[in-house]
């Protein structure tokens, strides 16, 4: 079993900054971990991918479109813990973000529905 922990949220003005993390706390499942990524849902819209990282290999990362120049994505693999930096936060990033983590080893990114731990969220609010 695998359990992931986010904190970091929180209310911020445009233009602010937040610094996510993502800690695993438990950690006994056999299969290693390779691929994780934040996730943000706002009320009445779907979750949608932010960002993901491969755990090996290259580490190569994934941002998303709406997000791209403003958010990183980086994992200490000596804290367990994933990091989402958000800079030059805007209004529509308000949401609930999520960390999420897909076992075995990927050579793509995951789809959402092959994720198989999910942290319980955290929430931030942009306000204008």
């Known amino acids: 079993q695998v359990q992931l922990v986010e904190s970091g949220g929180g209310s911020v003005q445009a233009g602010g900054s937040l610094r996510l993390r993502c800690t695993i706390t438990?950690?006994?499942?056999?299969?290693?971990?390779?691929?994780m990524g934040w996730f943000r849902q706002a009320p009445g819209k779907e979750r949608e991918g932010v960002a993901g990282?491969?755990?090996?290999?290259?580490?190569?990362?994934y941002i998303a479109d709406s997000v791209k120049g403003r958010f990183t994505i980086s994992h200490d693999n000596n804290k367990n813990t994933l990091y989402l930096q958000m800079n030059s936060l805007k209004p529509e990033d308000t949401a609930m973000y999520y960390c999420a983590a897909a076992s075995g080893q990927w050579y793509w990114r995951p789809s959402l529905s092959q994720y198989n731990y999910w942290g319980q969220g955290t929430q931030v609010t942009v306000s204008s």
């Open positions: 990282i491969f755990l090996s290999g290259g580490r190569n990362t």
């Open positions: 438990e950690w006994t499942d056999t299969d290693s971990l390779g691929y």
